[in-house]
């Protein structure tokens, strides 16, 4: 048993010293809050934008249709002249929408026909699509407005022309959409546990076998399940410290940006969560820890191992991802599945919903047995003779 | 002492060791010579417990290697063919690290590894981290490391593989130190010339069989050979591996 202390004490000594590999895994956990950070202002810009700001439209042939230019001054849209190359200006992305008014308008107008103008956009540009609606829409709200206006001078009622009328009950808000964002910080939290183990396992493991240093390791005189308990543990703080940083830099980008103001909504994420969820991640270390130390123990070679690990942690943080879209309500069976029952769980937290301490429960318990499974085949893997003959 | 009784091992279809029998006393180095590839590893990795024999036996001090390998380890000393340091460490911390994994602890773990020190001559590189070792520099760590323990029986395999002149001596005066300590030496080699210079009795392995075995002069009259060189390729039946 001291020997697990003896093992944990001596990669922790050695995977310390190797200051470029932690430093560097250090700089990667701040992509996450900043990439994350850099999302929230552009995500919140865009609402400000597109609901604030009046639309701007360049329009070619403003002489033929006088008074559609004016019905849109009052609507709040800014009327710009048109560049020459209307088109290549709207390829080009420097124009979201441009609307072009044919020279026969105002004779299709007066006699009475459909008189056709033109919208130019591109409606595969994301960031446009905001514009592009509310032009079509200040349009035809000017068609409607001249329709019911004809049909009243010939004496028939309007509502002759709305057989049906729809009225949107939208229940998304701002809030909601922001919160589908949210969905997505469970994933950076788990890769990071996952990302903060791995070079410390490769190094014990794989990185073992390579240098040689295995066979001799293994004469001495220690059941070999101490040996694995030994590395396993000695990627624990690593993991867990890569887990405190990743939330400290989500708690940081959360209180320097305005969230409130930029998306409307106010984000748990004072001390009391960073805690909870911190403590709901940690049967995640230990999983992260003892999956990376069983494949890690397969592969020859540091290089080998370091091209298996990223699949791992993908494949267990990738169902997060998708609770983005797809939300899936905090049901027994959800919490069975180690890192799935966590997201949702830190995903309720982030919500401030009500959670269940069963639910909790039931996670670490399911996760700290599957590890528990997971560590036992890595000892039967070391205790067999593939270990040394790698075959 | 290590008794050894039929020992067999084969990996998929290639029989690597075949009915494999001598011992080695206290008190006297024993070489097993052969060719490359001709089992002399797979027999040393079954005898320090890393392999398990598919037949016969093999005993260290009186400890069945399959039956109580624990026992086995605690009283070999073994230079294996993979002899990786930790190269973050210093030669000191590589030492005590495997001093600590058999027990051993505080004033007299640090005073075993700095008579170790002297004795392999190695003080000016003690506190050194061992990237960038040369292979002899190297080699002395992983010796230090494998006899922390004091072990009685001592098994090197090919320890003077890659050393230069001056290296390969110092370890022949290691080796026969090792001896008048009373310890019982057992090691590999490819080179003819080295265990007949060191060795009380060669045991020539090829094909993964004993093809003789005995005192260097108890082989030349086996063999019916005027040098041990001829002795030994008339054992091996050919001429390939000598060096």
């Not at chain 1, 405190?244 to 984000?267: D, K, N, S």
Request: a negative charge.
């Amino acid at each position: 048993m001291k020997n697990i202390l003896v093992i944990f004490q001596k990669e922790m000594l050695d995977n310390l010293r190797d200051t470029r590999s932690w430093m560097t895994g250090f700089f990667w956990l701040l992509f996450g809050p900043l990439l994350f950070g850099g999302m929230i202002v552009m995500l919140g810009n865009t609402f400000k934008e597109s609901t604030e700001k009046p639309l701007s439209l360049p329009v070619l042939g403003v002489e033929h249709a006088p008074n559609l230019i004016k019905f849109l001054e009052q609507q709040n849209v800014i009327i710009l002249p048109a560049p020459a190359d209307l088109q290549a200006a709207v390829i080009a992305g420097d124009i979201n929408v441009a609307l072009i008014i044919p020279e026969n308008y105002g004779e299709d107008f007066s006699a009475g026909e459909t008189a056709a103008v033109q919208l130019v956009f591109d409606s595969t540009r994301q960031s446009a699509i905001v514009d592009i609606e509310r032009a079509k829409n200040v349009i035809q709200s000017y068609s409607r407005y001249i329709g019911v206006l004809r049909l009243s001078l010939r004496g028939v009622s309007p509502e002759v022309m709305s057989v049906i009328q729809i009225e949107e009950m939208d229940t998304a808000t701002p809030q909601s959409q922001a919160l589908i964002f949210l969905s997505m910080l469970p994933y950076f939290i788990i890769s990071a546990i996952f990302n903060g183990a791995s070079p410390v396992i490769i190094d014990a493991t794989a990185g073992e076998r390579e240098r040689g240093s295995l066979e001799p390791l293994l004469i001495n005189p220690l059941s070999r399940s101490w040996v694995v308990i030994g590395k396993l543990l000695s990627a624990m703080p690593f993991a867990i410290i890569t887990l405190l940083i990743t939330l400290g830099g989500f708690a940081a980008v959360f209180q320097i940006l305005p969230i409130e103001e930029l998306l409307g909504i106010q984000i748990g994420f004072n001390l009391s969560t960073l805690f909870s969820i911190f403590l709901i991640c940690l049967p995640i270390v230990f999983i992260a820890c003892a999956i990376q130390t069983l494949i890690a123990s397969y592969a020859k070679t540091t290089k080998e191992a370091s091209t298996y690990l990223p699949f791992v942690s993908l494949i267990l943080a990738l169902p997060g991802m998708a609770l983005a879209f797809l939300p899936v309500k905090p049901e027994l069976w959800t919490m069975l599945i180690p890192t799935f029952g966590q997201q949702i769980l830190i995903n309720q937290f982030l919500r401030a919903e009500p959670i269940s301490g069963m639910n909790i429960f039931i996670s670490a318990l399911a996760t700290i047995l599957i590890s528990l499974v997971i560590t036992f085949i890595a000892v039967k893997l070391y205790e067999g003779e593939r270990i040394i003959t790698g075959k | 002492m290590i008794q050894v009784q039929g020992l067999s091992k084969s990996f998929g279809k290639v029989k690597a060791v075949q009915e494999v029998s001598f011992s080695a006393p206290d008190g006297e180095i024993t070489g097993l010579l052969g060719p490359n590839g001709a089992g002399k590893s797979t027999t040393l990795r079954m005898l320090y417990t890393l392999l398990k024999p598919e037949g016969g036996t093999a005993k260290v001090d009186g400890f069945d290697v399959t039956e109580s390998p624990v026992e086995v380890q605690k009283r070999i000393g073994v230079l294996a063919d993979a002899r990786g340091l930790y190269l973050r460490l210093t030669s000191r911390e590589n030492i005590r690290y495997y001093g600590r994994l058999h027990g051993l602890e505080g004033e007299q773990l640090e005073k075993q590894i700095d008579s170790l020190l002297v004795l392999l001559d190695m003080q000016h590189i003690a506190d050194r981290k061992t990237e960038g070792f040369s292979t002899g520099e190297k080699l002395k760590v992983a010796i230090a490391r494998a006899l922390v323990h004091n072990p009685k029986n001592i098994l090197l395999d090919e320890p003077t593989n890659g050393l230069d002149v001056m290296s390969t001596r110092a370890m022949r005066q290691f080796v026969l130190r090792l001896r008048e300590e009373g310890k019982c030496v057992l090691f590999t080699s490819h080179i003819m010339q080295e265990v007949a210079a060191l060795c009380n009795q060669i045991v020539i392995i090829a094909k993964g069989k004993v093809s003789a075995n005995g005192t260097p002069e108890e082989l030349r009259k086996q063999t019916g050979k005027e040098t041990l060189e001829d002795a030994f390729v008339a054992a091996i039946g050919s001429e390939e591996g000598l060096g």
